[in-house]
T-cell receptor, first 122, second 109 residues
Framework: GAVVSQHPSRVICKSGTSVKIECRSL??????MFWYRQFPKQSLMLMAT?????????EQGVEKDKFLINHASLTLSTLTVTSAHPEDSSFYIC??????????????????FGPGTRLTVL | EDKVVQSPLSLVVHEGDTVTLNCSYE??????LLWYKQEKKAPTFLFML????IEKKSGRLSSILDKKELFSILNITATQTGDSAVYLC?????????FGKGTLLTVNP
């Protein structure tokens, strides 16, 4: 259980185009999903917290108009990188918080990560 | 500002060795400490610790939390080459997770 998928796993696009990345929780409901970015040899950097049915909360320094997040359902959140530029090339990872732990015990902190999306902007 | 500090940042051992990875944290409204293993892609969940002094075990891996000293360790016994990865420690509060920089573990044959 607790599987999170991301699509696409890899995308290469031209500068100026927009790219949409999907994050799905496959076997549980996720009221909260998180979007991270990871640069080579660095830890994950939280970009934004996405709550189902409401606006995302962005971390300081993350442009909300550039990284559009939509969390329309309890199992799907999307990140759209608008007008992508080469400096946006990175590894983007989503995670979903399972409001009940694997044993059914209320657990609000366990996050399950998607496999990530490698974005390359030419 | 919340922070999570892991040590060492990198470690090289031989198969069969036992390793201990360290994590100290300063997290406001602390709720839990989480350990993840990250290989080539996204992190995979290992442990979530909420209570002090209770060891959690999964095969050759075990972890324990000391809420008084704000510290956790992750032990791996009889290491194998497949244990080579970055091990991430995260401090969970009411609203977010704070990441440590990770420990890069390399297990040589």
């Amino acid at each position: 259980g607790a599987v999170v998928s991301q699509h696409p796993s890899r995308v290469i696009c031209k500068s100026g185009t927009s790219v949409k990345i999907e994050c799905r929780s496959l076997d549980f409901q996720a009221t909260t999903m998180f979007w991270y970015r990871q640069f080579p040899k660095q830890s994950l950097m939280l970009m934004a917290t996405s709550n189902e049915g409401s606006k995302a909360t962005y971390e300081q320094g993350v442009e909300k108009d550039k990284f559009l997040i939509n969390h329309a359902s309890l199992t799907l959140s999307t990140l759209t990188v608008t007008s992508a530029h080469p400096e946006d090339s990175s590894f983007y990872i989503c995670s979903a918080r399972d409001v009940r732990g694997l044993a059914g015990v209320l657990s609000t902190d366990t996050q399950y990560f998607g496999p990530g999306t490698r974005l390359t902007v030419l | 500002e919340d922070k999570v500090v892991q040590s060492p940042l990198s470690l090289v051992v031989h198969e069969g060795d036992t390793v201990t990875l360290n994590c100290s944290y300063e997290v406001t409204n602390f709720r839990s400490l989480l350990w993840y293993k990250q290989e080539k892609k996204a992190p995979t969940f290992l442990f979530m610790l909420t209570s002090s002094g209770i060891e959690k075990k999964s095969g050759r891996l075990s972890s324990i939390l000391d809420k008084k000293e704000l510290f956790s360790i992750l032990n791996i016994t009889a290491t194998q080459t497949g244990d080579s990865a970055v091990y991430l420690c995260l401090g969970g509060s009411n609203y977010k997770l704070t990441f440590g920089k990770g420990t890069l573990l390399t297990v040589n044959p």
